[in-house]
Each structure stands twice: as C-alpha cells, then as structure tokens.
C-alpha cells in the first residue's frame, strides 16, 4: 500500500475539459501537502498519453471530454496495464455512466459536489484497497437495489471463497491480484466469480459491486 508523505506525496494527474474545474480540483487538493498534481489533461487521449509519460500513482478524471471520453480512457489505461489508480469526478448520477464505469475498472465514483476533505477522504481509502463512491452515488445504487428488490430475496448461500473474492472484486481487485492474494489459479477465480454471478443473478461486474455495497450498508 502507498503511504503518502509530505516528502514523498502521492502523484496525481487530473483530467476534466474545463480548466476552472481543474484549478478548483487544484484549490482543494492544494490543502493537504501529501498530495502532488503533477500534470492534466483536457481530454481523453491527451490523459492516456499523459499517464503513459508520468505514470502517476492516481488518476482523477471527469467522463465526458472532447477527442475520447474519460471511461473510454480508462478502458485504454487498463489495457496498457498502467499501474494507477483511476477515481471519475463527476456530474454523472445515473447508473448508466456508473455501471460503465465500474466496468472499465474505475476505482471510484464521486459526484462534482463533494468537499474538498471528502475528496482527500477518499483518495487516501483508494490507497488502501476500497473502492470509492460519494454519499449521493450510494444512494443511487441503493435505490436501484431497493427497486429490484435484491436483498429481500430468497437468501443466497455463498461460501467463505466466494466471499472473499466478492470483497476483492468490490474493491477493483483483478481476476490477477486475487489469485495472487488467495494462492489460487487465475482460472479458478474467475470460476468462483462465474459461480457468484449465477448465484446472485448479476450479469456483469457492476452488478457484483452493487450487490457487495447493498448487503455491506444492509448489514
């Protein structure tokens, strides 16, 4: 885990098509000197060729912007296997842009009106291997969850693996580290992770992740 210092901070890049909303991001990260922006972007394609150049220790990305769109970005960042954590700061509320999101390996989602020290908040509980989300994104997918009613169903039973691997996947963990962590086959997590879908009938990641908050703020 990353331990930003003052004297070693945490090196950001931002990446948001309006300047006065990366100088705001700037104002408020600007308090806590553990944390460094070190370069921004305007837009998607400019962002991948950015993070390939500094490779920084966290990403924080609005979605649309011109040339490529920031999901778009991430899908290529992931692809590229560049090591970093990707945070999408936005005005997006819907699940839509959420799911897709999350799909293309998003380590967080926060809504444009958060705080300065929510945003602080949360880029430190990224470093520590949780996925993010603002007060107002989990109320959205609770809603979402209340409509489908997912909790109130019959119990599903899940096993101590299972569990372990749903928490690893709720927090960005790839099919990769999970193995890794767990000493277990790459194969075999994703047979765990096929296992779980069945179960729980979810259709992609996002769902698992929605399933993981549900039950985590029901408990």
Do not use: W
């Amino acid at each position: 885990m990353i331990e930003p210092t003052e004297s070693k901070p945490l090196r950001v890049i931002l990446a948001d098509d309006h300047e006065i909303v990366r100088a705001g991001i700037r104002r408020l990260l600007s308090i806590d000197r553990r944390l460094k922006i070190i370069d921004e972007a305007d837009n998607g394609l400019d962002l991948i060729d950015t993070v390939e150049y500094h490779k920084p220790d966290i990403v924080i990305s609005d979605i649309m912007m011109p040339k490529m769109n920031g999901i778009e970005a991430l899908k290529k960042i992931r692809d590229l296997k560049l090591d970093c954590y990707v945070i999408m700061l936005t005005a997006y509320e819907d699940s839509f842009h959420l799911e897709n999101a999350l799909e293309a390996g998003a380590d967080g989602y926060l809504s444009k009106d958060i705080n300065a020290s929510e945003l602080i908040d949360s880029i430190l509980d990224v470093l520590k291997g949780e996925r993010v989300f603002s007060k107002s994104v989990v109320r959205l997918i609770k809603k979402k969850g209340a409509n489908t009613s997912e909790l109130d169903a019959t119990p599903v039973v899940i096993t101590k693996r299972e569990q372990e691997i749903l928490d690893l996947v709720a927090k960005g963990k790839t099919s990769q580290y999970i193995a890794e962590k767990l000493f277990i086959s790459v194969r075999t997590v994703e047979s765990h992770r096929y296992n779980l879908m069945q179960k729980l009938d979810v259709n992609n990641v996002a769902e698992l992740i929605r399933y993981s908050i549900l039950k985590r703020t029901s408990e």
